[in-house]
């Protein structure tokens, strides 16, 4: 079993700056694939941004170049710098993990393990 435990969410100004890890625990992986999805309010999940072992990284165009995912392998943390950012990006945040990375890494259905989020609240 894998435990995903997210820090970092708070409250922060429009065009301010956050950034959110995620540790994983538990069992491990040589290589697995890395997500973040975000929830807000009455909508469904999102993809945000993924990356895989090899050092690949993916991002949903409404985040892309205010965004960075990251990880640190030996200390099996991903973490998600996100800059400029805006009211529209408040939501609950979310790491996700998986063994295998996917094509469709963009899918909350390609994860099998997820952290219990973390609220990033951009105020205007």
């Known amino acids: 079993q894998v435990q995903l435990v997210e820090s970092g969410g708070g409250l922060v100004q429009a065009g301010g700056s956050l950034r959110l890890s995620c540790a994983a625990s538990?069992?491990?992986?040589?290589?697995?694939?890395m997500g973040w999805f975000r929830q807000a309010p009455g909508k469904e999940r999102e993809f945000v941004a993924a990356?895989?072992?090899?050092?690949?990284?993916y991002y949903a165009d409404s985040v892309k170049g205010r965004f960075t995912i990251s990880r640190d392998n030996a200390k099996n943390t991903v973490y998600l710098q996100m800059n400029s950012l805006k009211p529209e990006d408040t939501a609950v945040y979310y790491c996700?993990?998986?063994?295998?990375?996917?094509?469709?890494?963009?899918?909350?259905?390609?994860?099998?393990?997820w952290g219990q989020g973390t609220q990033v609240t951009v105020s205007s």
């Open positions: 990356s895989w072992s090899n050092g690949s990284t």
């Open positions: 996700a993990l998986d063994p295998v990375w996917r094509s469709n890494y963009a899918s909350r259905y390609s994860y099998r393990y």
């Open positions: 538990g069992r491990t992986f040589s290589s697995y694939a």
